[in-house]
């Protein structure tokens, strides 16, 4: 089945800085999200990007179908995107979840 | 706005024990998922259901059980809670099966089965 890696497991960067985010993942996929996670546990959906790239705001997410791998980069960092960045890719229906990276923005 | 509510925000359990998990939502959302959060892990699938008074299997279903009395509510039942249950659960739904863009959450529920 589908194996999803996401990469660093933790970031811990100063307020301004940017991030990149890494997601990779075995299978082929149709579908791939990005989300986060609060500190608190609550999980919201960031975006949708299958393939190329894809911007919202401060986020820019790459997806390169054939290699298989997304990027998330967030710019100009703030202590509130501090939180867990899930990556869900799915080649069918189901998303699978990698298990995150921990982001924390100091002040 | 969208909305996936749980009940209980948390609840602590008896090994072997009965666990009732509560999930409503108010999107008119076809789909409904229950997941299963480990503590440095990604969400696992436990049930979904499309339609009420049906409900389908996801990857880890083993000691649970679903129950989707309409469409907008979906609970999940542990009969005989373990151990290996302690989690946070979160309940989602969608439009489509898999709808990853309107995907909703709810805000899960603390399990500590002890």
């Known amino acids: 089945g589908q194996q999803v890696q996401q990469s660093p497991s933790s970031l811990v960067l100063q307020e301004g800085e940017n991030a990149e985010l890494q997601c990779n993942f075995s299978s082929t996929a149709t579908q791939l999200q990005w989300f986060y996670q609060s500190p608190g546990g609550s999980l919201v959906s960031l975006l949708s990007n299958p393939s190329g790239t894809k911007h919202t705001g401060r986020l820019t997410s790459t997806t390169v179908t054939k290699e298989r791998r997304s990027s998330l980069h967030i710019s100009s960092s703030q202590t509130t995107d501090s939180g867990t960045y899930l990556c869900?890719?799915?080649?069918?229906?189901?998303?699978?979840f990698g298990s995150g990276t921990q982001l924390t923005v100091m002040p | 706005e969208a909305a996936v509510t749980q009940s209980p925000r948390s609840k602590v359990a008896v090994t072997g024990g009965k666990v009732t998990l509560s999930c409503h939502q108010t999107n008119n959302h076809d789909y409904m998922y229950w997941y299963r959060q480990d503590t440095g892990h990604g969400l696992r699938l436990i049930h979904y259901s499309y339609v009420a008074d049906s409900t389908e299997k996801g990857d880890i279903p083993d000691g649970y059980k679903a129950s989707r009395p309409s469409q907008e509510n979906f609970s999940l039942i542990l009969e005989l809670a373990s151990l290996s249950q302690t989690a946070v659960y979160f309940c989602?739904?969608?439009?489509?099966?898999?709808?990853?863009?309107?995907?909703?959450f709810g805000s899960g529920t603390r399990l500590t089965v002890l």
């Open positions: 989602a739904s969608s439009d489509v099966r898999g709808g990853a863009e309107t995907l909703y």
């Open positions: 869900a890719p799915s080649g069918s229906w189901q998303l699978i």
